[in-house]
């Protein structure tokens, strides 16, 4: 069997991009796994497939004309919903199906709906849906052991659609420390595993037109392990500095990843995630 396919990536977290608006795909697991495979198949963080919503079950009250971002792990897990994808999945239809998106498009995860929307200069603003940060009524909720960090750390849930625990480190050394090639270990346990992030706060710049914050990060993935960049990581962390920074903190964040740096709008209950989306290479795999 032959699959056209598109490689493409936001801020170097990379994805395989199927076109396959009837669904007509048996897209399973075991083929999510082998399109990633960096040595025997294509290799990304991910795959997305671009499907109508009424070809697969999107979920009660989903137009079924709209578009779906199908979005897989590495290891053959579906997920919520991805920041990063979402930048790319809206590239992937300019290029693919035409879509203009200089007016925005909804379209639908399984995290619920998401807009997005062209900036130009190859950037596009994503508006990542509501969020939730846990009780943060002593700055933590949480604690997160991973190698090269000792001790113990506290952390900071915050559901972005998919979950996450952001840790806060005091240096960039102890952030470059970290092996992240094996999966952090989140207590409590979190029923449906977690993507961890750890982050260094930069300061604030207060020279342009609105204060900004700056915060480097690291993330371990659920379902792929550390990637060189994830979107609603960015967001989580934004959010759980923001907390922590306290009263007059300020809502844009600016987050340096290692694939780049995106930018984090918190505008309300809800956020915005800005940065660019990149497809790289077009063509057919064999699949054995």
């Known amino acids: 069997m032959m699959i056209a396919f598109t490689k493409g990536h936001g801020t170097e977290n990379d994805f395989v991009l199927i076109h396959d608006p009837a669904g007509s795909l048996d897209l399973t697991p075991a083929l999510v796994r082998f399109l990633c495979d960096r040595r025997a198949g294509i290799g990304a963080d991910g795959v997305i497939r671009a499907v109508r919503a009424g070809a697969v079950a999107a979920g009660e009250g989903v137009d079924p004309d709209m578009w779906f971002m199908d979005y897989w792990n590495a290891d053959g897990t579906t997920s919520e919903m991805c920041g990063n994808g979402a930048r790319v999945f809206a590239a992937f239809l300019e290029s693919e199906a035409g879509v203009d998106l200089a007016e925005g498009l909804d379209f639908a995860t399984r995290g619920g709906p998401r807009a997005v929307r062209a900036l130009g200069d190859g950037r596009y603003a994503v508006g990542m849906g509501v969020y939730r940060v846990g009780d943060a009524s002593a700055g933590f909720d949480s604690e997160v052991a991973a190698r090269g960090m ?139």
């Open 150 to 288: 000792d001790p113990v750390r506290p952390a900071l849930s915050v559901d972005m659609g998919n979950p996450h625990h952001v840790v806060a480190l005091g240096s960039l050394e102890e952030l470059e420390a970290l092996d992240l090639t094996v999966a952090p270990q989140v207590h409590p346990v979190p029923e449906h595993g977690s993507n961890v992030e750890f982050a260094v706060a930069l300061g604030f710049d207060d020279a342009g037109a609105e204060t900004r914050g700056r915060v480097r990060m690291r993330v371990h993935e659920r379902g792929s392990g550390e990637t060189r960049s994830c979107g609603t990581g960015a967001c989580a962390v934004a959010l759980a500095m923001r907390t922590w920074a306290g009263q007059g903190a300020p809502d844009v964040w600016d987050v340096e990843v290692p694939g780049g740096m995106v930018t984090v709008r918190i505008t309300g209950a809800t956020t915005i995630l800005e940065g660019p989306a990149v497809l790289v290479a077009q063509g057919a795999v064999s699949v054995p």
